[in-house]
C-alpha cells in the first residue's frame, strides 16, 4: 500500500471555499452555504498513507475533517476511512475506488436508521490545475446522487 502520485504532489497547505448543499431546504436562499475552508495533506515517513485533514463552517461554526488515504497499485484500488464533524461525526466511513494519477475517492455507505436501507457518499479530490477541489455527493438507495460539498483550494 502506498499513497498515490497525486497525493505525493499535494502536499501542504490549500485555502479556499466551501460550499454545502442543504437539497431538503425549501428556501432557496438558504440551500446552498458558503464559507471559508482549509486542507492540508500529509504523509507518513515512509509514504504508506495520507492524511487529509480539513475544516469549514457552517453557520459560523467551525466544522473539521480527517481523512486517512491508502492505494493498493496491484489492485488498482483506493481506500479511505473518513469521519466529519457534522456529517459523518457518529462512525468511521470507509470508502473504496479507482486508482487514478490525478485524484482520489470513492464510494461509501452509511446507517440512516433501523430497517431502512443503506445510503452511499461519494468524496474525491480532484488536481484542478493550480487548484484542489473536493465534492462530496450522497447517494440514495436507488442510485441518485446529488451533490453535497463543493470546495476549491489554492495553494496558502
Not at 59 to 64: A, D, N, S, W
Not at 114 to 130: H, S
Request: proline share 2%.
Amino acid at each position: 500500500m502506498a499513497a498515490n502520485k497525486f497525493l505525493k504532489g499535494a502536499l501542504g497547505h490549500w485555502a479556499g471555499e466551501s460550499k454545502l448543499h442543504l437539497s431538503w431546504l425549501e428556501d432557496e436562499t438558504r440551500r446552498v452555504q458558503k464559507g471559508p475552508s482549509e486542507l492540508h495533506v500529509d504523509l507518513d515517513e515512509s509514504g504508506a498513507f495520507a492524511t487529509v485533514t480539513y475544516w469549514w463552517t457552517y453557520e459560523g461554526k467551525k466544522q473539521e475533517g480527517v481523512m486517512t488515504v491508502v492505494c493498493d497499485e496491484k489492485r488498482k484500488k483506493c481506500f479511505l476511512g473518513w469521519v466529519d464533524a457534522w456529517h459523518m461525526n457518529y462512525d468511521l466511513m470507509r470508502f473504496e475506488g479507482e486508482l487514478k494519477d490525478d485524484s482520489v475517492g470513492g464510494f461509501g455507505k452509511y446507517f440512516v436508521g433501523e430497517g431502512e436501507p443503506e445510503w452511499g457518499w461519494t468524496i474525491e479530490i480532484v488536481d484542478a490545475g493550480q487548484q484542489l477541489k473536493m465534492r462530496m455527493e450522497n447517494v440514495t438507495p436507488g442510485g441518485e446522487k446529488e451533490w453535497a460539498v463543493e470546495a476549491i483550494y489554492s495553494r496558502a
